[in-house]
């Protein structure tokens, strides 16, 4: 097999716990930072809503990187080319339908 | 880009030709499942999209302010996040070798599941028992369908798991079962990606 050794190396480097334990720790930090800035309504609601859904897209980040281990193994990253055209579809689909859907609003 | 199944296929023991096979075939299965993940995040896409267009039209009925109560959904939010730990560290037992450990932290993970799904349920039992029915509004309509879907992927992934523990207890870890278990958790940690955002959009900005 080759390249047996860095697969080794790799495993070796994967089974410390060190980073599941950072990466739960900052869910949690995004998650009550999210949570107290809503409760305690710092700033006002749109600028409110931007930062909570810039929290929201950090821990997607924390869960590929710290628990999916999106960036092992080796060759072209075929995950990522799926997950970069996935994102593409989702911001068009939720913020096209927003978009399209705010002209209701102005024809009322 | 065979991912863990490197680390995974590694452990196997055997270094031979037809192994190396079996390792590119167990490297396109787990590549196959991240693309059911990103078809399945379409799903999610669209359901946020329809929940973000209807959430304020009530039709007079109650509005998530009234309605989500924020210690249920908080501990739904901390059980969810503690369980994709725990099945990290699943992962991480398995690269070790410990099946017995292995299968702890499956454990650990069901049960915080079991833990969310409850709660879930008990919401949406309080939830109707107030009037607030899925026919009522078309906010509410969104809000079961995007949250109910969520809450099935959960319910699945539960008997996932427990399908894998009985397999892992009969089977012990071999390339098949590391390959299942690996794919498991990536489910789970997705599942917990899409609360992140059913947590931030719906619940967040719904008590804002």
């Known amino acids: ?108 | 880009m065979s991912m863990t199944v490197d680390d995974v296929v590694s452990r196997s023991g055997d270094h031979g030709h037809h192994d190396h096979h079996d390792h590119d075939q167990e490297g396109m299965k787990i590549l196959g499942f991240w693309i059911f993940l990103v078809s399945d995040c379409l799903l999610f896409a669209t359901l946020f999209a329809t929940f973000l267009v209807l959430r304020t039209h009530t039709a007079g009925g109650p509005t998530g302010k009234e309605l989500f109560e924020i210690p249920g959904f908080t501990a739904e939010t901390f059980a969810l996040l503690t369980s994709s730990f725990t099945s990290g560290l699943a992962v991480m037992e398995m690269r070790r070798g410990n099946v017995k450990r292995l299968i702890g932290w499956l454990i650990v993970t069901a049960l915080l599941g079991l833990v969310f799904v409850g709660l879930e349920i008990d919401e949406f039992v309080k939830m109707v028992s107030e009037g607030a029915t899925m026919q009522r509004s078309a906010f509410l309509s969104a809000f079961f369908t995007l949250v109910g879907t969520h809450g099935c992927h959960v319910t699945l992934g539960l008997f996932w798991m427990t399908a894998i523990m009985f397999q892992l207890a009969r089977y012990g870890i071999n390339a098949v079962t590391q390959r299942k278990v690996f794919i498991a958790c990536l489910y789970w940690h997705f599942l917990d990606v899409v609360w992140v955002f059913l947590f931030t959009v719906v619940y967040l900005m719904g008590v804002m």
């Open chain 1, 1 to 108: 097999m080759a390249g047996g050794h860095k697969h080794a190396a790799q495993a070796n480097h994967h089974e410390s716990p060190k980073m599941y334990i950072i990466g739960y720790i900052l869910s949690l930090v995004l998650t009550v930072a999210a949570f107290w800035l809503v409760l305690a309504h710092v700033m006002s609601t749109t600028l409110l809503i931007i930062t909570i859904l810039v929290l929201a897209t950090l821990q997607i980040f924390v869960q590929l990187f710290f628990f999916m281990h999106v960036t092992e193994g080796e060759g072209p990253n075929y995950h990522g080319m799926a997950l970069i055209l996935g994102a593409i579809f989702i911001i068009t689909i939720v913020f096209g339908s927003l978009w399209i859907m705010s002209f209701n609003a102005q024809v009322q």
